[in-house]
């Protein structure tokens, strides 16, 4: 059920978007979830399709309508549904000093805890943890564990602090 709607449209009457309340289930006294939805008008076409979805309980669904795709611990951002055979998400950033990340923090005096980053002036992948660089790809496709220096004799690179190992079955 629409609760009400913002809609944005040309002169001649074309929807081109609109921003829409959308009652959730039945209404009572005690209950009155609701959805907020966003609406574009694909390229050829005329009529306005969802795109963007934000829930009652606060989940951001973009490019599909349900939660149940996707876990219900991991369910505040879900990209996409089941039927979609590519999705993503691009970082873009300064092709020179530019770095793209995905941050994992434990709260305000523990930021930052755990990273996925791309640095783009060395075409570098860098994965943190507890704080501390672990492991590294760098541009040639070479792998530092526990370090930043890799051995360019190798493709992979190993500092030990006493406890590293590798098990290889």
Do not use: C
């Not at 978007?17 to 609406?39: M, N, R, Y």
């Not at 492991?135 to 992979?156: K, P, Q």
């Amino acid at each position: 059920e629409s609760l009400g709607q913002i809609l944005f449209a040309s002169n001649d009457g074309y929807r081109g978007a609109v921003i829409e309340g959308v009652a959730d289930g039945a209404w009572s006294g005690s209950s009155s979830d609701a959805s907020l939805v966003f609406k574009t008008t694909p390229d050829n076409a005329t009529v306005p399709t969802e795109k963007l979805r934000i829930t009652s309980g606060g989940s951001v669904l973009i490019d599909t309508t349900v939660t149940t795709e996707a876990s219900g611990d991991f369910d505040d951002l879900i990209i996409g549904s089941t039927s979609d055979t590519a999705k993503g998400i691009s970082i873009v950033g300064s092709t020179t000093g530019g770095v793209g990340s995905l941050t994992f923090t434990d709260g305000a005096s523990y930021k930052n805890q755990g990273i996925i980053q791309y640095r783009h002036a060395d075409d570098s992948m860098r994965f943190t943890t507890a704080q501390y660089e672990r492991l590294r790809i760098n541009n040639d496709g070479n792998v530092g564990i526990g370090t930043d220096t890799m051995d360019s004799s190798t493709n992979l690179s190993i500092t030990d602090t006493g406890s590293a190992r590798i098990y290889m079955k």
